[in-house]
């Protein structure tokens, strides 16, 4: 699911109003990727379980370093049904 613009603004307002500083490099200068992510869960033994639950995320990325970050979307606001 791709981020709207309003919703990426949201995202970075939510940001900007915490210590929004990377924390590999102490920049401030993020961008906020376009689209909701989640991560794939696996099983003990190392096989990927499918149809699991998932966090919807949003990745922010430092233009100075290239760390990711991911933040769950609804605690920012965003609602996936918007
Ligand atoms: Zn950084």
């Given amino acids: 699911m791709a981020l709207t613009t309003?919703?990426?603004?949201?995202i970075a307002d939510k940001l900007k109003r915490i210590n929004g500083a990377c924390p590999i490099c102490s920049q401030k200068n993020w961008t906020i990727?376009?689209?909701?992510?989640?991560?794939?869960?696996?099983s003990l033994g190392g096989s990927t379980v499918m149809g699991g639950p998932f966090i919807p995320m949003?990745?922010?990325?430092?233009n100075n370093?290239?760390?990711?970050?991911?933040?769950?979307?609804?605690?920012?606001?965003?609602?996936l049904n918007d």
């Fill in 65 to 79: 370093c290239g760390f990711v970050s991911h933040h769950a979307v609804a605690l920012l606001g965003i609602s």
């Fill in 58 to 62: 949003a990745q922010v990325v430092c």
């Fill in 6 to 10: 309003r919703q990426k603004e949201m």
């Fill in 33 to 42: 990727g376009d689209e909701i992510v989640s991560a794939t869960s696996v």
